[in-house]
């Protein structure tokens, strides 16, 4: 079992940034693949971004946001700048022990989750 803890959440205006970080209870971070998903008020939770050895982004962030891992503190992070009012979700972290290279971005390949965390960007 692995619990993931996200944090970093908050509100801000269009155009601010905002750093998530995601920790785990287990150096499993190090070894698999690990990624963010959002949430919009009556939409369908998306894929964000993705790492293991190299990173994949969604088209919608891919130049705003990014993607890191910190090993020795089995944390990943999602550095979001230049934040707009579509970005205003609840951001999840995920982990999939089944890959550590390649990347998958639909849901249902994460195994574990964490609890979500509110970001809020104001116009």
């Known amino acids: 079992q692995v619990q993931l803890v996200e944090s970093g959440g908050g509100s801000v205006q269009a155009g601010g940034s905002l750093r998530l970080s995601c920790a785990a209870s287990?150096?499993?971070?190090?070894?698999?693949?690990m990624g963010w998903f959002r949430q919009a008020p009556g939409k369908e939770r998306e894929f964000v971004a993705a790492i293991t050895w190299s990173t994949l982004y969604a088209d919608s962030v891919k130049g705003r946001f990014i993607i890191s891992r910190d090993n020795a503190k089995n944390t990943v992070y999602l550095q979001m700048n230049s934040l707009k009012p579509e970005d205003t979700a609840v951001y999840y972290c995920?982990?999939?022990?089944?890959?550590?290279?390649?990347?998958?971005?639909?849901?249902?390949?994460?195994?574990?989750w964490g609890q979500g965390t509110q970001v809020t960007v104001s116009s």
């Open positions: 995920a982990i999939d022990l089944n890959r550590r290279s390649n990347i998958a971005t639909n849901m249902g390949a994460y195994d574990y």
């Open positions: 287990r150096r499993t971070v190090n070894n698999y693949a």
